[in-house]
Each structure stands twice: as C-alpha cells, then as structure tokens.
C-alpha cells in the first residue's frame, strides 16, 4: 500500500493579467496629496498621460481615497485619446468588473486597442483572453500569437505562458526545447513560476536533458521567492537527495513553508514527514492534521493518507468505515492507489460488505490507470471468477500487464498459467522464462517452481545443481515446500552428495510448519532409518499429520503401518479407512491396496465386484499391480464376466511395465492354452 505523496507538482499555472501600476516610490501623504492635486490639475487640461496617472492613483488609493469608479473615468479618458497603458488598466477593470459592470468583451476590446499598438501588456493579455475563451472566441493559435508579440518584447509573464503552450503542444506544436526556451527568458528575469517551470523541465527530463542539479537551482530560485509550489518540490529534491545531499531537516522545513501557504501536496508531504520520524519526531497526531488540511481542499492524495491512518488506526481510532468513506473520496478523483485499496477493502469485507463486484470495479479503475497490484488482483478476479465471469484468456492479459512493470507476484501466476496451459496455449519455455524473472526478484515461490522446472528439465535443460540452488533461496525464506524439495535432493543426492541427515533437517523444517508432504517425508526417514534410527511409532506419527490434513500419500502409508502392523497395532479396519481416504483422492496404489482388502474381506466385508471397480481404477492409472489383478479377476471370473482376452490385455499391460507377476501369469495362461 502506497500511503505517500510524493510526486512532483506538474500542474505548470499560467500568469493571469496583473500589470504593475506606475505609482510612485513611498513618499509621505502630504506628498502624495501634493502630487495628486498637481496631476488632476494637468489632466484637467487633457493630458493623456496625466489622466491614465491619475487613474491609477485612484485605482491604488495613492494620495486620494480609493475609487474604482474615478479611476474607470480617467483611465477611459485617456484611452479616448488611444494611451495604451490606459487602454490595459481600463481593460483589466472591465475583466474584474471594478468601477463598471464585469464585461469580458470588453475587456477584449480594449486590450485590442492596446495589442494592435504594440503594446506588451495589451498583447499578452489579449493573448490570455483568446487562451481562456473570455470576451472571444477561445482560440490557443491565437493566444500564442499575441504571447509571442509580447514575449518577443520582453514581457516576462508573456514568455512563461508562451513557454507553457510549447509544453503542452497548444495552438503550436509541442515542443519541449521551445518551452524551455521561453521559460529561462522568464526566469532570468525573476519571475517565480517560470523559475519554477523550468525546475521541472530540468527535473523531469522534457525539452532538456534531466539534470538534476539544474532543477535543484531553478527550484530554490523560485522558493526563495517564497513561491509555493517551489518550496515543495524543493523539499522533495532534499527528501530524496536528487540534485542536493540528502537532508529531511530541509525537506521538512521547505514543506512546512508551503503547506503554510495553503499547498496541499506539501501538506501531504510534510504529514508524511510526521508519519515516518524524517527529520521530526514521528508524531501520528501530527501527520493526521496535516493529511487533513489537505483532504479538506479535497485534495485526492491528503484524503487516500487520512484513509491509511484510519484503516491502521495511527493518530486516530482505528476505523475500516472511515477509511472506506475517505478512500471512496480520493477513488472518485481518480487517485489510483485509492482505487486499488478501495477494491481491497471491498475484496475483504473491511468497513464495508464484502462485494466481489465493487472490488473488481476499483480494481479494474486502478489497472486501467496502470496500478501494477490491481492488475494484479483483477486478474485473481478473472482466474477465479469473482466478482467477473471466469475467464483465463482476460487473467493472463491482467497477470501480463502487472507482470511487464515488474510485479513478482504477476510473474508468477503468469508462469502457473503457461504452465497449465490456463488462457494461453501451454508452453513450459515461457514458464521457465517468467517464473525466472520473478525468482531473480526473491519471489520464494517461484523460486520453488523454477527448482522444479529445472530438476524436471521442463522448459530449460534439466539441471539438478541449479535445482538444487533455487531449492535453497527458497527454502532459507522459509518456503515449506521448497524445504521439502530440498530435503527430497539431499535425500537422492542429486544436485549434491547423497546426505540422509541434511534431507531430514529440511523435511523437518517444512513438517514443523504443518506441511503435509514434509511430514510424510519425515515420517519415510523413521520408517526406513533414514538419517535417524529406525522407529516405526515416529513413522506412524509423521504419516498421521500428514494424514489427517488430506495428504493422500502419507494416507496410503498409514494404511500399510496398519495393515502390516508396524508402529502401530495391526487393525484390518483402520487400514480399509486410510485406504479409502487415498483412493477417494485417486491414490493408485491405495486403490489397488483397497481393492485387495476387498478380495480377502480383510476390514470389509468380502466383495469381488468392489474389489474389480477399485482395481480398474488403478490399472487405468498404469498401475502394474492393479493390472495385474484386474487380470486375475477375468481369468477367474471374479466379480466379472470371465473373459480371457480381457484378462490378457491387463495382463500385457503390466508385463510390458517389466512387473515380473503379470509375465508369469501372461505364460501360465498360454501354457493352458488360454
């Protein structure tokens, strides 16, 4: 579960019309009223520029009480007389509806007559007005046109919008290098978001190569200027010591300055800071403030962190309802990661209804958007059918998706289903291939796999010494069953020098963890003296664990102890019960075992029509022994038709296995003529 905020802020704003007005330097207020009354008088007399001056002293309360609607007069008084710095404030005036009603065509109008002076505020905000649709027509070519006149002149904002419509490719083909051009016009000429834009140019790689240290610089140009954004990618850079030595102390303090401002992913990031003890104290109490004031802004991220801490009951009482109801929110952002844990929280019935549908709903929102998890789990969902009709071909595409950005667990349900052949056509070399690549990630399990895969010479060249070497990785995380294979090399000595006391420590290790076959295989040692000094009652005991969590291995072997009496009490009955648990599971010597208990009446009462069942059960499985009983019973009609062809087709199958009794029994029917 990601429960962090941490990706740079992309978002690059544009400059909005704000011109700077021509007022005079701090000066007294007698002054001031002075300067004032000398102005009003010039403009009296129609003087252009003393009216747009005075203008903007009413506009600015300079010397005169502030009045929007005065200012309105003189600014169109002197734009009458077409003075284009007029003709801008008049236009901004009519933008912000101060001193008249808000007009945007207006606005347009009048930053028309500015532009088409060649003004360089006229022409950039009548560029802004085309890139925003107010007052005209919305038109990005248009837009650019008039930025470039004025970015062309040096008008810093001009050249930061500019550079943001190459960015972003609008009204003029994309063009990073372009972008990064205008925005270092800009911020060489100090302006706070250009600086802050190329940060993120440098950052990210676009129009420039990534450099680092290059964003390091653009970034705290801009956070110097106490410009927000800045300060928090900044912080991220020392967070992560990308471009700077890393440094939480800093981060921390560069995320406090901008979540001051009201920022909401430096809010996040400075919760996070709490959340983990960087370059703080670790304070939970602190962090959920934190997350909050951002999930207050309805900021997607903020609201997914305020969701983990409810869910994990950290700073706050533990609450699955309220971690629901906060995922739910930054879900329906778009905010993968709360999409992804939303579906888990469905999946699993926490804080709300278990629902296979709706986790398979937030699941697919997440994969969509490329969540590697949730295409992982979508495609559990396809495997088995829950919450999605079954459907293997769409678990592959899923497994596959989630798998090609590195997801191990993908890897190797991906590597199961070409094993099996499950939605894809079976192919053991693309399962070798895949389980490989999750194995080099440490997957434990697939780790096992690929050991098979290679003992078995399945999909790679069979291999017992890179067997034997998965087995171990593996087996050292504790992965039972690779134990087990592990113990099953040492046991063989393959891969490795035959060793009966390292095969029973493995066996052990996996039988200690209730692994069946790993008890069972202990449960061999004891019988056979293996490792250990023979001891039939352990034996009995290991195959009885293994036996009574449905192994049917170690319940034919617990059969046989009771049927022959060793390590246990001979006991007709209880050898018929193990017996019939392996062969209900298709067990092929059980059922032939049982099928001979039925012939004897030993634990059962005597029935040949039982005891042929249970043979031709075993024999279709090629079990020499079956067959050759099954044979028997058509050559003595016994609990079948007699039928000698019958009899001799079992019996061939078996003699052709090498099994000695069938080839003697083949000859005393052709000695018989038979």
Not at 83 to 93: I, K, Q, S, T
Not at 277 to 290: I, K
Not at 321 to 343: F, H, I, M, P
Not at 513 to 533: E, H, P, R, S
Request: with cysteine; net charge negative; aromatic share 10%.
């Amino acid at each position: 579960m990601k429960n962090t905020a941490t990706v740079l802020l992309l978002a690059l704003c544009l400059a909005a019309p704000a011109l700077a007005s021509n007022d005079p330097a701090q000066v007294s207020d007698e002054q001031l009223a002075a300067t004032f009354r000398d102005t009003r008088t010039v403009a009296e007399r129609g003087n252009a520029s003393a009216q747009y001056e005075l203008g903007v002293m009413y506009a600015n309360g300079r010397g005169v009480a502030k009045d929007d609607e005065q200012a309105v007069r003189w600014f169109r008084l002197a734009a009458d007389q077409g003075h284009a710095d007029a003709e801008v404030f008049l236009g901004r005036m009519c933008l912000q509806g101060q001193g008249l009603a808000q007009d945007d065509a207006q606005a347009a109008s009048w930053y028309r007559k500015a532009a088409d002076q060649g003004n360089a505020n006229g022409q950039f905000s009548l560029g802004w007005m085309y890139q925003n649709g107010r007052g005209v027509a919305k038109d990005d070519t248009e837009a650019v046109g008039w930025y470039r006149k004025a970015a062309n002149q040096g008008l810093a904002q001009a050249q930061t919008n500019l550079g943001h419509m190459y960015e972003d490719g609008r009204g003029v083909a994309q063009d990073g290098a372009q972008a990064v051009h205008w925005y270092l016009k800009a911020a060489d000429q100090g302006i706070a978001q250009a600086q802050f834009n190329l940060g993120v140019m440098y950052d990210k790689g676009r129009g420039a190569a990534r450099d680092d240290a290059q964003a390091v610089h653009w970034y705290r140009k801009a956070a110097d200027q106490s410009f927000a954004p800045a300060q928090d990618n900044l912080g991220l850079m020392y967070m992560n010591g990308r471009g700077v030595a890393q440094d939480d102390a800093a981060a921390l303090a560069l995320f406090r300055k901008a979540a001051d401002q009201g920022i909401a992913d430096a809010q996040t990031n400075l919760g996070f800071m709490y959340l983990q003890g960087r370059g703080v104290a670790r304070d939970y109490a602190e962090a959920l403030v934190w997350f909050r004031k951002a999930a207050d802004q309805g900021y997607a991220v903020g609201q997914h962190n305020l969701g983990v801490m409810h869910q994990h009951g950290w700073g706050v009482t533990q609450d699955a309802a309220q971690a629901v109801g906060w995922y739910s929110k930054a879900a329906e952002q778009g905010y993968t990661d709360a999409q992804y844990n939303l579906g888990e929280m469905y999946d699993n019935g926490l804080g709300v209804e278990q629902d296979d549908k709706q986790a398979a709903t937030w699941y697919r929102k997440a994969a969509e958007q490329g969540h590697a998890v949730a295409q992982y789990n979508l495609g559990v969902s396809y495997e088995k059918g829950q919450g999605v009709p079954q459907d293997d071909a769409q678990a592959v595409a899923w497994f596959r998706k989630a798998a090609e950005q590195g997801a191990a667990v993908a890897q190797f349900n991906l590597a199961v289903m070409y094993e099996k052949g499950r939605g894809v056509a079976q192919d053991n070399t693309q399962s070798a291939a895949w389980y490989r690549k999750a194995a080099d990630q440490g997957d434990a399990d697939a780790q096992d796999n690929l050991g098979l895969m290679y003992m078995n010479g399945r999909g790679v060249a069979q291999d017992d010494a890179a067997a034997l070497a998965l087995f171990r990785k593996s087996a050292d995380q504790g992965m039972a069953d690779a134990q087990t294979n592990l113990g099953f090399m040492y046991m063989q000595g393959r891969g490795t020098a035959q060793d009966y006391a390292d095969a029973l420590v493995w066996f052990r290790k996996a039988a200690d963890q209730g692994y069946a076959i790993g008890q069972n295989n202990l449960g061999v040692m004891y019988k056979q003296g293996w490792g250990v000094t023979q001891d039939a009652t352990q034996a009995v005991s290991w195959y009885r664990k293994a036996a009574e969590r449905g192994y049917a291995v170690a319940q034919y072997n617990l059969g046989v102890m009771y049927d022959s009496g060793l390590g246990v009490e001979q006991d007709d009955k209880q050898a018929v019960t193990w017996y019939r648990r392996a062969a209900e599971q298709g067990h092929a010597d059980a059922q032939n075992n049982l099928g001979l208990m039925y012939t004897r009446g030993r634990g059962v009462p005597q029935d040949d029509a039982q005891a042929v069942a249970l043979f031709r059960k075993a024999a279709d499985q090629g079990n020499a022994s079956a067959q050759n009983r099954l044979g028997l019973m058509y050559v003595e009609g016994r609990g079948v038709a007699q039928d000698d062809a019958q009899a001799a087709t079992w019996l061939r199958k078996a003699a052709s296995q090498d099994y000695a009794p069938a080839k003697n029994n083949l000859r005393l029917m052709e000695s018989r003529g038979r």
